[in-house]
């Protein structure tokens, strides 16, 4: 076993004798043609050699562009802690492609914006507001699990497309209140992913450090995008001229918090002063932040549970044990620590946000190598969390590895949410709506595998089963009476 920053896997699962997951076959060197980049640009994940899931920093020069890839703790935690500043900006593709769609909203903006916008951001995100949209996630959960219910018995479904459609109801109630319609909804929902595969097609200028070849870019992506852009900012305006009138002004939204209707305790009774354009784009980042990658993550759980029948069964006792008959509640979270260790587990072998970049302000040095002004930064959750140096079997479904009692890993290694100043702001949150989500779809049900459906990995903006995920659901015995 190599050197590690933390401790081994419990004993009893240091020889445990199971396949791996789905995963992605490393090449035996760096793949170094222009079907690098193409490849590149399809599935971020192909052009990591083995080496990559050894190494502790790699460079890299594409044309003009300087890229240094940080590939071990404490390079993580110059980076987004002890140089922030220098840090703190995304990278010059991240910036432009989501500027149409956020303005300076929290997600892309650096410097003195992102610390206004940060702090003023911030309070909504606090406990006190959490046990009322832990409701809204059970709620919405449970409405899935009776529309389950009503189907033909072996029904087939799209796991990846039921989380999306739950995590989208669950944030748009979150944000907004029950007052949406399904139609603005969808609008919104249909919008951003038309946004996202446009993008996605851009920028191929700023990866070289090129800007004079922005003609290289695709007009038409660029149109699209800023249509679907121009389609959002509709509706969430219309929303926010009529969200004072909504029908229950004394729940909170985080919408309403940004809009400065409340007052919390960090803020010593300051009301959040932002304009409403500025709520609007801050409303947007959390959409955005915060549907796909719980939706991603949840689908990875189902597909997990299926492969791994230990795991599944251990989690149906602990609901039983500490639920019976009732739905989940905010305050049974600590009181799920196999439903934790198995979200947690699966966020470290599927991070949903795979790869983080950001722009060096300054020159560095990190680990005796010079970081030029303007490099990119690259620090790839994928291959952090299943690096050889810091974890024993990285590549295997282990939750055990984050029950209560075992060392927790190294808060620069497992960075499912980030770390440092820029950690997600949704953390809590995306936590706490995992395990509520998957503790209430799961006392009802469980799913099995198209049978013969190959589950590979896609890998762009997030990282999710490329393809959905065809699942037949299955009452478990518990469902016969449906919770309350
Ligand atoms: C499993 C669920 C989630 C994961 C894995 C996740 C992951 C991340 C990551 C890795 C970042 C940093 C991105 C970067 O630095 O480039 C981030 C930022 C952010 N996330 Fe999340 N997120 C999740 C859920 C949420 C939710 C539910 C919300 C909101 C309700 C949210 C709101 C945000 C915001 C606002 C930021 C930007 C923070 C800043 O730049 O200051 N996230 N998230």
Request: hydrophobic content about 40%; aromatic content about 10%.
């Amino acid at each position: 076993m190599p050197e590690s920053t933390f401790e081994r896997l419990p004993e009893a699962y240091r020889d445990l004798n199971e396949p791996p997951p789905v995963a992605v076959a490393p090449p035996d060197t760096w793949l170094k043609d222009w079907s690098a980049i193409l490849k590149l640009r399809k599935n971020l994940l192909v052009l990591w050699p083995k080496r990559a899931y050894e190494g502790k920093t790699f460079t890299a020069q594409l044309f003009k562009q300087h890229y240094f890839i940080c590939n071990s703790p404490d390079s993580v935690r110059r980076v987004f802690l002890d140089e922030h500043d220098n840090y703190d900006q995304k990278s010059p593709q991240m910036r432009h492609s989501l500027e149409p769609l956020l303005g300076d909203g929290l997600f892309v903006s650096d410097g003195a914006v992102w610390k206004e916008r940060r702090a003023y951001c911030a309070p909504a995100f606090e406990s006190e507001l959490l046990p009322d949209f832990a409701a809204i996630m059970v709620d919405s959960a449970r409405e899935l699990a009776d529309h389950w219910e009503s189907l033909p018995a072996g029904s087939s479904i799209d796991m990846l497309n039921e989380m999306a459609r739950l995590t989208s109801r669950i944030i748009g109630r979150t944000i907004f209140g029950d007052d949406t319609s399904e139609a603005e909804a969808a609008t919104v929902v249909d919008n951003f992913s038309q946004y996202q595969k446009a993008i996605e097609q851009l920028n191929f200028s700023d990866s070289f450090g090129l800007p004079h070849l922005k003609w290289l870019g695709n007009p038409m992506a660029k149109w699209q995008s800023l249509r679907a852009a121009q389609k959002i900012h509709t509706v969430i305006d219309q929303i926010i001229e009529r969200h004072p009138q909504r029908a229950k002004p004394e729940s909170p939204t985080l919408l309403s918090y940004l809009l400065g209707e409340h007052t919390s305790k960090k803020t010593s009774g300051k009301r959040c002063p932002l304009s409403s354009v500025d709520a609007r784009n801050e409303a947007i980042v959390m959409f955005m932040a915060g549907h796909e990658t719980t939706a991603n993550s949840l689908a990875w759980v189902w597909y997990l549970l299926d492969r791994y029948p230990r795991v599944a069964e251990k989690l149906q006792e602990e609901l039983t044990q500490m639920l019976g008959d009732r739905s989940p509640r905010f305050e049974d979270v600590p009181q799920l620590p196999y439903t934790r260790a198995i979200f947690e587990e699966t966020l470290r072998l599927y991070p949903p946000v795979p790869v983080l970049s950001r722009q060096a302000r300054a020159s560095d040095e990190i680990r005796g190598k010079a970081v030029p002004p303007n490099s990119i930064i690259l620090v790839i959750p994928w291959l952090l969390h299943r690096h050889n140096l810091y974890w024993e079997k990285p590549n295997h479904f282990i939750p055990e590895r984050f029950m209560p009692g075992q060392p927790r890993p190294d808060k620069f290694v497992y960075i499912p949410f980030s770390v440092g100043p820029r950690v997600c702001l949704g953390l809590r949150f995306g936590l706490t709506e995992g395990i509520l989500c998957l503790a209430t779809l799961a006392q009802r049900f469980r799913a099995k595998l198209k049978v013969g459906h190959e589950v590979e990995i896609e890998c762009r903006l997030t990282l999710r089963p490329q393809d959905g995920l065809p699942m037949q659901l299955e009452p478990t015995a518990s469902s016969v009476t449906p919770p309350q």
